[in-house]
């Protein structure tokens, strides 16, 4: 993984003073915090030998992230408050279900015991406990992860559990690797307010190092796979009404009564058989003319199956109103319930939908589709000549100097014109600085975009392509001005290229929009932390020519 970040291969290795004292670490709830930035985080290790840390392109990353927030430490003070909210949660059903508990010990329990909510929970104080996670830990393996995919993987665990650089680091704060989950559940508790505040850190940096003036901004979108499959109605039917099933059966966990499921596994093995028929039968012209009978025997079932769980559904509700169990497995068994209501509602949709499209052969709205059943945001990007994704479309601003200064992803596949002013002023806010000029291509066509975007100070406005000129005033459009930006704008095709295959960008391993926008955030940080060391790598290399020259 290390080896497709874009680094100039011949990065020279950074002197490092010897060890220095360990940081200063003040105790708080019990534990070892650490509040300050460590003095020297990469200082050698005494292992079976003096181990250092190797002049690799993760160790360069890392560098750049060590030093956005030594000059950034509000950085670890916004994680320390998302992991104590985390933390505050979690007790808050602790003191609940407590609370349930001396109730119930009495003689005349109290009624209806409500579970605190989160406002309750951040006035919660933590008690002594075991040592949690160092802020600082937490924020490298949030921008650790935007640089290795993931930690589910199991590649980037195992670069996680070999990486020599990690060994050093922790180290020399007395500190171990926490494990897979922990770390997974401590970067997830991080706000998507934290992250975006590490991204205008970033920024700063940026400009204040003078790397980049921020005067010229292109923009462009790309599609992103989401993790779902290919959605077809067939397979969206049974996969529903088998996850029903399942959830179904694990009721009785939670103080739920279980599903009757004998009639219904009946009717979801038929499914199954049906929609493999169908399967098999596509692109095949037998298959073609037999494709209607098999849709109305599947939707027959899927209806039969709707009915059959509706009531159960009913039920399960009552039940969940009557619930007397601690408040923790409350709220679980009310999660969970919802999600039945919900597969049903949208197992309804898919039958509508596929009556409609396959039997009456009418176009459906992509706004009624259900395009997945584990991620309910997704949407369908089908592009000219390029292959078509079940997923998610941002849009991403460039820097004149490369950097990314702006990430917008909305639900499904929204229309990027109506992304314009947006990203525009999302870069504003997070540079401080005005682009002279603005270039995007003919998807973000609008004329009141443009005229607000010219309104806020910008010289250049340029919109490619036959709907960009349109709405172009022809003075304008043959200007020397608006050529030169046209030409920059293919820059941003390069940034498209880099981050998506250096970044695997490309893709996500996480459902929901939200969860979707904090793994692309991750992944933008990672993008701009090596665009840094590659330009800081750049200027020292010429420095040495200078000097030697």
Same mark, same amino acid.
């Given at each position: 993984m290390d080896d497709n970040h874009f680094f100039p291969s011949d990065t020279s290795p950074v002197a490092r003073p010897p060890a220095a004292a360990a940081p200063t670490l003040r105790v708080t709830r019990g534990g070892a915090s650490l509040r300050s930035v460590p003095a020297d985080p990469f200082a050698p290790v005494a292992l079976l030998y003096l181990a250092a840390p190797p002049d690799s392109k993760f160790y360069s990353f890392l560098q750049e992230g060590h030093r956005l927030v030594a000059v950034s430490p509000g950085i670890l003070d916004a994680i320390d408050a998302d992991l104590d909210l985390h933390g505050q949660r979690k007790k808050a059903l602790r003191v609940a279900d407590a609370q349930w508990n001396e109730a119930k010990g009495q003689r005349l329990p109290t009624i209806g015991i409500v579970p605190l909510t989160d406002v309750?929970?951040?006035?919660? =104080?933590? /008690?002594?406990?075991?040592? #949690?996670?160092?802020?600082? !830990?937490?924020?490298?393996?949030?921008? /650790? #992860?935007?640089?290795?995919? /993931?930690? *589910?993987?199991?590649?980037? @665990? @195992? &670069? +996680?559990?070999?990486? !020599?650089? =990690?060994?050093?680091? +922790?180290?020399?704060? $007395?500190?171990?690797?926490? $494990? #897979?989950?922990? =770390?997974?559940? +401590?970067?997830?508790? !991080?706000?998507?307010? @934290? #992250?975006? *505040?590490?991204?205008?850190?970033?920024?700063?940096?940026? &400009?204040?190092?003078?790397?980049?003036?921020?005067k010229a901004m292109t923009a462009d979108s790309t599609a992103v796979e989401g993790n779902v499959l290919w959605p077809t109605d067939s397979r969206l039917m049974v996969d529903l009404v088998a996850r029903l099933c399942r959830r179904g059966a694990r009721l009785k966990t939670l103080g739920l009564p279980n599903f009757a499921a004998p009639r219904t596994a009946k009717v979801l093995g038929a499914m199954s058989l049906l929609d493999r028929e169908i399967s098999l039968g596509s692109g095949r012209p037998q298959g073609a003319r037999r494709r209607p009978y098999l849709y109305r025997k599947l939707l027959k079932k899927a209806r039969r199956a709707a009915a059959l769980l509706a009531p159960q559904i009913e039920q399960t509700q009552q039940a969940l109103r009557a619930l007397d169990v601690l408040p923790s497995q409350r709220v679980r068994a009310a999660r969970l319930v919802e999600w039945l209501q919900t597969d049903l509602e949208n197992l309804r949709q898919v039958v509508q939908n596929c009556e409609a499209r396959v039997l009456r052969n009418e176009k459906v709205p992509m706004s009624e589709k259900v395009l997945s059943v584990s991620d309910p945001d997704v949407g369908y990007m089908a592009k000219g000549g390029r292959e078509s994704v079940v997923g998610y479309k941002p849009s991403l601003a460039r820097s004149g100097n490369g950097f990314v200064t702006g990430l917008i992803v909305p639900q499904g596949n929204a229309s990027d014109s109506g992304q314009l002013v947006p990203i525009f002023e999302q870069v504003v806010r997070r540079t401080g600085v005005t682009p002279d000029t603005v270039s995007v291509d003919d998807g973000y066509s609008s004329a009141a975009g443009r005229t607000t975007i010219l309104a806020r100070g910008p010289k250049t406005v340029s919109i490619s392509g036959s709907k960009g000129k349109k709405i172009t005033p022809a003075a304008d459009w043959d200007s020397e001005a608006y050529a030169v930006a046209r030409d920059d704008r293919s820059a941003v095709e390069s940034l498209m290229y880099t981050i998506k295959y250096g970044f695997d960008f490309g893709r996500v391993a996480r459902r929901g929009l939200e969860n979707v926008r904090a793994e692309l955030l991750e992944k933008v940080l990672a993008y701009n932390f090596c665009r840094l060391a590659t330009c800081r790598a750049a200027k020292a290399r010429e420095e040495s020519l200078a000097w030697a020259a």
């Open positions: 309750a929970a951040e006035s919660l =104080l933590l /008690g002594v406990g075991r040592p #949690r996670t160092a802020a600082y !830990v937490v924020y490298l393996f949030l921008i /650790g #992860r935007g640089f290795y995919g /993931g930690f *589910k993987s199991a590649p980037a @665990t @195992t &670069l +996680l559990l070999e990486s !020599v650089t =990690l060994r050093v680091f +922790l180290g020399n704060l $007395g500190l171990e690797l926490p $494990g #897979r989950s922990t =770390l997974t559940e +401590l970067v997830n508790a !991080v706000s998507s307010a @934290t #992250r975006e *505040k590490i991204l205008d850190a970033q920024l700063l940096v940026v &400009l204040g190092e003078g790397w980049d003036d921020f």
